[in-house]
């Protein structure tokens, strides 16, 4: 019978993206995200309003130009959650469940995030172009059918 393999530390933290994903309070979109160096998780994030404020699965969507402003997007909350602890994430790498979009991609630039592995395609070419022309490594990396479920 043969040995399941493991996952790659990458498959590892992407999946580990997906279930931090399951915690959004924004249903139009559940994402996640995991910040990790070294081979070790420094922070977690997912879509929902800051502290204190109503959630947009409690109130509904605040809606401008149809993207809803009620709610941070996973990697915001997942560097804001750096900052507000004290760790560093330079040279790390951001694992997120979607692409991230232009603000967030400049936020994980500013941050000194070095990689981006993503799952699910984001329609921002903005975000791609600049992850590029600031050196930031952005790959796709479709979940396998048989990590799907988790």
């Known amino acids: 019978m043969p040995k ?3 996952p790659s530390w990458d498959e590892y933290f992407l999946d580990i993206a997906f279930t931090v994903a399951q915690r959004g309070t924004c249903d139009r979109a559940h994402v996640g ?3 990790a160096r070294d081979r070790r998780m420094l922070t977690t994030g997912y879509n929902g309003a800051p502290a204190g404020i109503q959630h947009c699965d409690d109130v509904g ?3 401008i130009d149809n993207h ?3 709610a941070l997007h996973a990697e915001q909350n997942a560097i804001i ?3 507000l602890h ?3 994430i330079q040279g790390s790498t ?8 232009i603000t967030c991609a400049k936020m994980i630039i500013n941050a000194g995030i070095v990689r981006v592995i993503y799952a699910g395609n984001y329609p921002d070419e903005n975000s791609r172009q600049f992850l590029a022309e600031a050196g930031v490594e952005l790959l796709h990396m479709p979940r396998a ?3 799907a479920s988790v």
Do not use: D, F, W
Request: charged share 15%; glycine share 6%; hydrophobic share 35%.
């Open 81 to 83: 959650q750096a900052a």
């Open 94 to 101: 951001c694992y997120v469940t979607h692409q991230p979009c």
């Open 33 to 35: 995200a995991v910040i």
């Open 86 to 88: 004290g760790i560093g």
């Open 145 to 147: 059918k048989s990590n």
């Open 68 to 70: 809803c402003v009620r």
């Open 4 to 6: 399941e393999q493991r």
């Open 61 to 63: 969507h605040l809606m």
